[in-house]
């Protein structure tokens, strides 16, 4: 055969296997192009763009093999996956192989069943990666990645396709593809589709009270709403974060409850908290609701460097010295009646740590000068042996808010 005609040979055959495809799924009605409508306001034209309506999914298909190759499978909420099952029969009497199975994206995971034989596609440790799986007589999972499945003569089984919804509204579709050494069915197209949910409806979804000084004080509204169960109650606070208080109340309106959430925050909050999460529990299901929150807290104290700092190497006879800075983000009179060094991998004496009062230091990052300062001193004497220096220096302050402060270091005397 000359090259020529290889080549044709080679494009019939792909036009055919992209016909197949077309024949047992074909292609959703197309989007209706998006409207715009125009209003006059006074002297001002006002532009409304319409969202343009999700193609409708229809369920169907079908071939030799699969009964249905289009499944809605339904709506799931929140959090749940979705699952549904495609039933299959080889109606031939000769063995046949499912292999090159490609699924989309959204496809979390597909399980094939055939007999007592059992084969998982998942994206570990790459995706579309197919394994036989069986059990042990002691009940131990095995796995062996390969890279068909096996159907025998008039064999039955099924495919379970699952897809993580994880909050998403919605129509969310997948599909599935492989090829398969039946003559008659050599490509297959699975598709199916979730419709995501939520139980409840919180507005506004994200609530960011901004920067806040640990000492302030913040007041925020949210309303909850159920579109599963109109008129629902909840039943009790099930939990709130630390210098938070929460109120709530019931309004309803044609039958429909809005719960109205006032919360405060602060103050005297931890400047590692950061917001939090109020939850509630409710007579939907015996489901909770949340209630999420973000704030970026100043704390009474800055420390610079904050928590940590290595000495790098350190020189044997020379030694090295690291300063830290503390300094209050009001007019507090900061001081530092003691401080000391635990947990040192070194005899004490090679570590010597001082405190000082400082009253021309300027904040690094706002560069403004700070007239309560306090300085530690980290020394590490040119005395000391080779080794690893590490340690923890714990800060005495007189601050009523933050009365200590840790910090580690390390280093490496050569």
């Not at 079908?62 to 289009?70: D, E, L, M, Y």
Request: hydrophobic share 35%; with cysteine.
């Amino acid at each position: 055969m000359s090259s020529t005609h290889r080549l044709s040979h080679a494009f019939l055959s792909l036009t055919g296997f992209a016909g197949l495809l077309a024949a047992q799924n074909p292609p959703p009605p197309p989007t209706p192009p998006v409207e715009t409508h125009q209003a006059i306001q006074g002297t001002e034209v006002v532009r409304e763009t319409l969202k343009p309506q999700e193609p409708v999914f229809t369920e169907g298909g079908g071939n030799s093999w699969f009964p249905k190759t289009r499944k809605d499978l339904g709506t799931y909420f929140d959090e749940e996956e979705a699952i549904g099952v495609f039933p299959f029969h080889n109606p031939s009497k000769e063995e046949h192989k499912l292999n090159n199975f490609l699924a989309s994206c959204q496809c979390s995971k597909a399980v094939l069943r055939v007999g007592d034989r059992v084969y998982e596609l998942t994206t570990d440790p790459a995706p579309n990666s197919l394994y036989r799986v069986w059990r042990t007589k002691e009940g131990a999972e095995n796995r062996e990645r390969v890279l068909y499945a096996t159907v025998g003569p008039e064999e039955s089984g099924t495919v379970e396709v699952h897809m993580k919804m994880q909050g998403f509204q919605g129509g969310k579709d997948a599909h599935l593809d492989f090829q398969t050494t039946d003559p008659k069915e050599p490509a297959m197209k699975l598709s199916w589709r979730a419709t995501g949910a939520v139980y409840f409806t919180v507005e506004p979804p994200d609530i960011h009270l901004n920067e806040m000084s640990w000492q302030d004080k913040r007041e925020f509204t949210c309303r909850i709403t159920s579109g599963l169960q109109p008129n629902f109650d909840i039943t009790a606070l099930e939990s709130k974060p630390d210098k938070c208080e929460v109120r709530y109340e019931k309004q309803v309106v044609d039958g429909k409850a809005t719960w109205v959430v006032s919360a405060t925050y602060g103050p005297g909050v931890d400047e590692r908290a950061g917001g939090g999460e109020i939850r509630f529990k409710t007579n939907v299901k015996d489901k909770s609701v949340s209630v999420r929150f973000s704030a970026l807290v100043r704390g009474p104290l800055k420390m610079n460097p904050s928590g940590f700092f290595s000495l790098g190497a350190i020189k044997q006879g020379v030694g090295a010295t690291q300063t830290v800075h503390l300094w209050p983000t009001d007019d507090f009179d900061l001081q530092a009646p003691s401080v000391e060094v635990k947990d040192l991998s070194v005899k004490p004496e090679f570590v010597v740590v001082r405190t000082s009062k400082v009253t021309d230091f300027v904040d690094p990052e706002t560069k403004q000068p700070v007239k309560n300062a306090v300085r530690v001193e980290v020394i590490v004497s040119p005395d000391a042996p080779r080794a690893v220096v590490r340690g923890k220096v714990v800060i005495q302050l007189n601050h009523p808010a933050a009365p200590t402060k840790e910090l580690m270091f390390n280093g490496f005397v050569r």
